[in-house]
Every structure is written in C-alpha cells, then in structure tokens.
C-alpha cells in the first residue's frame, strides 16, 4: 500500500505563485504515473496534471497549461505542483494520487492523499 502526504497549500492573491508537494511512503508498479486532482466546492473532482516516475511524461488538463508545472524528484519520492499566475478559479482542495499508468481518470488512480487547501483571492 501507498501513502501520500500532501503539504503546502494556503492563501494566495490571484496573479500569484504557490507550490504544493506530494511525498509518496514508495513506489511500486502501481505507483508507476502521479497525478494532481483537485474539487472545488459543489464540483466534482478533476484531473489537473500527471507524471511518470521514470520517463518524466507529462499531461496536464487545458485549463492549466502554460501555468502549472508538475516537477518531481525520484530520490525523495517526491513531487510538486507548481501553480503561476493563479486564478481565482483555481481555488480547490487539491489531492494527490497514484496510478499504474498515466491516465486522466478517476478510477484509474487507486491511493490517494488527504487533500490541502489552496485558495485564490482575487
């Protein structure tokens, strides 16, 4: 089984930065692609963006291209998602998960980290 631990959410002004990490207990196949979530209150949880372990690859949702990014490091079984020029249509609890391959759904993702708060004024 997989634990993940997320940190670093808060308030932030829209236009501005914030990062928020995911440290995962380890990796095993199922562990293979590490994606970001988040829900919005009254809105169902979505993909925002994903990376695999081992290549690097990437995905992100549209609304998020060009200002998020999704760094990692292996050694630490860490990674982050650095949030640019926020809006205040970002505001979301946002969870980390892990999945045996780099998908945009849900049910493919199967351990999944209590969430932290990220909050844009604007």
């Known amino acids: 089984q997989v634990q993940l631990v997320e940190s670093g959410g808060g308030l932030v002004q829209a236009v501005g930065s914030l990062r928020i990490s995911c440290t995962a207990s380890?990796?095993?196949?199922?562990?293979?692609?590490m994606a970001w979530f988040r829900q919005a209150p009254g809105k169902e949880r979505e993909f925002v963006a994903a990376?695999?372990?081992?290549?690097?690859?990437?995905n992100y949702t549209d609304s998020v291209k060009g200002r998020f990014t999704i760094p990692r490091d292996n050694a630490k079984n860490t990674m982050w998602l650095q949030m640019n020029n926020l809006k205040p249509e970002d505001t979301a609890v946002y969870y980390c998960?892990?999945?045996?391959?780099?998908?945009?759904?849900?049910?493919?993702?199967?351990?999944w980290g209590q969430g932290t708060q990220v909050t844009v004024s604007s």
């Open positions: 998960a892990t999945a045996p391959v780099l998908g945009v759904r849900l049910r493919e993702y199967h351990y």
């Open positions: 380890s990796r095993t196949f199922s562990s293979t692609a």
């Open positions: 990376i695999t372990w081992n290549e690097g690859r990437t």
